[in-house]
């Protein structure tokens, strides 16, 4: 396993040049002399030069800036785009890249963003950036009958952690409400985001789970996911909704995901995990921008799609690197078993193309942004969890 791993596809350090390498770890070791201050890392990236994530504003243009796929797929696709479930990780970053693509490629529509927005602030944010942010609790069906219409929807309500001790609750929200959404919004195309936790755990040599693969969820948070996709497919097929089921595993940046997880483990000099040894991540921008494309693909019966990056990461390695970025030595705890929770997202990369920021990219930034004592969004990934319980 460990040979296949360390050939070609497995490798962690594709892109990796000691020139990248050594202009990182210089900016890495003014900060770890005590210059905090310094987050001028340069990176060369696939022969393209990287800019440096310097702040909240800088990391929040990132995540939010439409590629070009994102451009031309929404100047196809007319009509308003609302977002049920925007206003945690990943929805305010990909409503505004929805607002954004629409102002590049001059199409006139509203990107509407609907959450309970427990987090006000995040709702002023994104009626600052043009998007309609309408505060709506997605449980409430009279609230819900309000929602405006519109013919493309992307579905990212959920609950994951809590689960144990309130599981009635996630059953509820991830497999009664997207009926509930499903009737209201009938008329329209739906982008449903699933979960790769649907697939249980695969052999590591085997490159990750396909979207062909019996899912055999582990716990009743994967379980509940899985009755989401189930719902869907019901009323896309018995409804005539065209739908599309993203299963993403995991959307990272510099506030929160696997790789931050790790890093702030290495940095305050905690053992790292090694019970879930691999994993896989996507940049946040680039899951963004692939779930909006994935409005096209939306179909009946409902298509399914894996979104991940291409690399299968071990936890040692990416520890060991980000120890060496932050100046830090790396200590473990268990043992890396044969299987873990993967992902092969190759057919989102053959419709989409590759991601446009790879593992090591996203580790400099990440040990620059923790060395640096950045913001976190204080929501572990909690990924090596085996059992299932979150
Ligand atoms: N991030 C990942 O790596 C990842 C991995 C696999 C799957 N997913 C799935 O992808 C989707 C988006 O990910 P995410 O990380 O942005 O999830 P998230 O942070 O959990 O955001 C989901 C948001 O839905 C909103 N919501 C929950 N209950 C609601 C209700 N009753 N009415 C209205 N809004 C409600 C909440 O925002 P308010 O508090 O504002 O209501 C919540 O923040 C989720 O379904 C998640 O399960 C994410």
Redesign the pocket.
């Known amino acids: 396993m460990r040979d296949l791993v360390r050939s070609g596809s497995f490798q962690l350090s594709g892109y990796w040049d000691t020139c990248t390498e050594g202009r990182i770890r210089r900016s890495l070791n003014r900060a770890c002399a005590g210059s905090l201050h310094s987050s001028a890392v340069r990176a060369t990236v696939k022969g393209t030069t990287m800019e440096a994530v310097t702040d909240i504003r800088d990391l929040e243009e990132h995540l939010s800036r439409p590629t070009p796929g994102v451009i031309d797929a929404l100047a196809s696709m007319p009509g308003d785009i609302i977002v049920l ?1 925007a ?5 305010p970053s990909l409503a505004r890249m929805a607002r954004r693509a629409s102002d590049e490629a001059g199409t006139r529509r509203a990107v509407i963003a ?6 006000p602030r ?1 709702l002023s944010s994104l009626d600052d950036a043009g998007v309609q942010a309408i505060s ?4 409430d069906e009279d609230q819900v009958a309000r929602l405006p219409d519109a013919p493309n929807v992307v579905y ?5 952690f809590g689960t144990t001790g309130n599981e009635s609750q996630t059953w509820a ?1 991830n497999a009664f409400l997207p009926g509930a959404c499903c009737r209201r919004f009938r008329n329209s195309r739906i982008v449903a ?4 936790n649907v697939y249980g755990l695969t052999d590591v040599a085997s490159g990750g789970s396909r979207e062909t693969d019996q899912p055999r969820p582990v716990g009743e948070y994967a379980w509940s996911v899985l009755a989401r996709e189930r719902v869907f497919q019901y009323f896309g097929s018995s409804l005539g909704i065209p739908v599309v089921l993203i299963r ?4 990272c940046e510099l506030r929160y995901g696997v790789l931050v997880d790790i890093a702030r483990q290495v940095h305050a000099c905690r053992p790292v995990s090694l019970s879930m040894g691999w994993f896989n991540i996507i940049w946040q921008q680039d899951a963004n921008a692939m779930a909006l494309q994935s409005l096209s693909q939306a179909a009946v019966p409902a298509r399914i799609l894996n979104l991940t990056g291409p690399e299968t990461l071990r936890v040692k390695d990416a520890a060991e690197k980000l120890g060496k970025l932050m100046c830090k030595s790396v200590s473990f705890e268990g043992t890396e078993s044969a299987s873990a929770l993967l992902s092969n997202s190759s057919k989102a990369h053959t419709l989409f193309g590759a991601p446009t920021v790879d593992a090591d990219q996203l580790l400099a930034w990440i040990a620059d942004w923790v060395v640096n004592g950045g913001e976190n969004l204080g929501k572990p990934t909690h990924f090596e969890s085996r059992d299932g319980r979150f």
């Open positions: 479930g206003g945690g990780k990943m929805g609907v959450s309970r927005f427990s987090d995040v709506c609790d997605l449980m990212m309500a959920g609950t994951k929200m985001f699933s979960s790769g993403l595993n995991y959307s």
